[in-house]
């Protein structure tokens, strides 16, 4: 799912060519993906768009007359930009497509589950209803941002990716942040020292602000087309089995649902193997404890 710093790079891209362009035509691909009825879609049609921004890991283009559309990509969806007069393709992977003046915006969504949203809303207030309450890792002093990872009792990993606790962090940077700051993914917020908290705080901005400047540099002023969770530059996610950049060990995962965390067991986990749920139920005893038993 792209997070904080893929969607901020959208929204730059997104400023740059849609604010003071009028939406001349658009199309919805699947019936599946407006969530809304009033205001409709037809309400947007020779509105300008005034502003883009962010809502957490949503897109929020604001349009005249109050009206504004809010994109949820999810997982597997996407962003594209067309020249203008190019023919959009039409493929299974389109939800939909927006024409404006300079060019044309289109969404695609990988994979057989559509669970992309588009909401059309009226007034500013109506845009809270996207806002989970999470706070923006860039707009925090370290204080804050340890009073809100202590406020509930969960696990680190948990705690990162809560969007009712902090905006725009999901599995994929939450486990770059974790290998930075050298912490397990399953240590609970309750057991975490003020130090290790600094160390997650400054990994936090850091990780954020580093891969925003390399998505930035990636795209070279053109339309961001390389939005993925899995980078060969990220030190262990998507990276199981691989040696991790700061000590080589391998990789390793763990596996619940359509998710995985990936972690380095000796610069986090002081060289413990965090059990899987479905390979260490199936293997019981036989489950190595220690990487150096799983390296044996």
């Known amino acids: ?34 969530r809304t009825v009033e205001p409709g879609l037809a309400d947007l049609g020779g509105k300008t768009i005034r502003s883009v921004h962010r809502i957490g890991k949503r897109i929020a283009f604001g349009f005249d007359d109050d009206l504004h559309m809010v994109l949820h990509l999810m997982i597997a969806g ?74 509930e009792n969960h696990t680190i990993k948990r705690s990162l990716t809560d969007p009712r606790l902090f905006s725009g962090i999901g599995n994929a940077y939450s486990d770059e942040i974790l290998h930075r700051a050298k912490l397990s993914p399953v240590k609970l917020t309750s057991r975490l020292s003020d130090e290790e908290i600094a160390r997650t705080y400054e990994a936090t901005r850091s990780v954020l602000r580093e891969w925003v400047d390399r998505m930035r540099a990636d795209a070279g002023g053109n339309f961001p087309e390389k939005v993925t969770a899995f980078r060969e530059e990220m030190a262990v996610h998507g990276k199981y089995g691989k040696p991790c950049p700061a000590c080589g060990t391998a990789v390793q995962r763990i596996r619940y649902a359509d998710n995985e965390t990936n972690y380095c067991p000796r610069c986090q986990t002081e060289g413990r193997l965090l059990a899987d749920r479905a390979l260490s139920r199936l293997l019981k005893q036989d489950w190595p404890r220690r990487i150096e038993e799983l390296e044996g």
């Open 1 to 34: 799912m792209p997070e904080l710093p893929d969607i901020t790079v959208y929204v730059e891209a997104l400023e740059a060519r849609l604010v003071g362009q009028p939406l001349q035509e658009a199309s919805i691909g699947t019936p599946f993906l407006l």
């Open 78 to 151: 996407r962003l594209h930009w067309l020249k203008p007069n190019a023919r959009v393709p039409r493929t299974r992977n389109l939800l939909a497509a927006f024409r404006f003046p300079n060019g044309t915006l289109t969404l695609t969504e990988a994979g057989s589950k559509k669970r992309a949203s588009l909401h059309i809303t009226r007034g500013a207030e109506s845009l809270a209803q996207f806002a989970r309450g999470g706070i923006e890792p860039f707009e925090i002093s370290m204080e804050q941002f340890s009073d809100r990872l202590r406020s």
